[in-house]
């Protein structure tokens, strides 16, 4: 069990459990419903959601197939790529159909924005020649978020038909 993991005064990753949390919360503020309905509608009961979204119990942890079944029934993928952080991931969607050169040209746009972001606020931080914690976090969001955006236009450009001309 994850309790002969952990040391006493260590968690599992508790962003993990906070946006787990905000997922559910978000799901029932939006259904505009209690927590033993979203346990009925993931086949378990409020007593055993509760504690697998309690980061504490280590008797019950938040498994993957909890995770999984969460995202599901949300369509709330923020477990996700909350997951892939911790693994300095980036999960990009399977494009369905063949991008076109709008959605191209808006994807670039966003990239665009996305990739100054990092530029402005890694600027900001280096003017007094350190970089704090809270810093730290802050710059490595804004590279997630650029990271995620090149990949999205990567996978649209790549879905792209292409003519000979």
């Known amino acids: 069990m994850l309790n002969n993991i952990f040391a006493s005064d260590e968690l599992p990753n508790f962003k993990i459990y906070e946006v787990a ?3 559910v919360s978000d799901y029932m503020e939006k259904r505009r419903c209690k927590i033993d309905l979203v346990a009925s509608e993931l086949e378990t009961t409020t007593g055993v959601l509760y504690r697998q979204l309690n980061p504490k119990d280590t008797q019950m ?12 029934l949300t369509n709330d993928k923020r477990i996700i790529e909350e997951i892939n952080k911790e693994f ?6 399977i ?13 670039v746009d966003i990239a665009n ?5 990092v530029f402005k606020i890694i600027k900001k ?3 007094d020649d350190k970089i704090t914690i809270a810093e730290k976090e802050e710059v490595l ?5 650029a990271e995620k955006a090149n990949a999205m236009l990567k996978d ?10």
């Open 125 to 127: 931080v280096l003017e």
């Open 61 to 72: 942890p938040l498994s993957i197939d909890r995770i999984i079944a969460i995202t599901k």
């Open 156 to 165: 649209s450009v790549f879905h792209t038909i292409t003519k000979d001309s």
């Open 113 to 117: 924005i996305e990739n100054n972001d």
């Open 95 to 107: 494009v369905k159909e063949n991008s076109t050169i709008s959605n191209i040209n808006i994807l």
């Open 141 to 145: 969001k804004e590279i997630y978020e």
């Open 21 to 23: 949390h905000k997922v």
């Open 88 to 93: 300095d991931l980036v999960s990009v969607p």
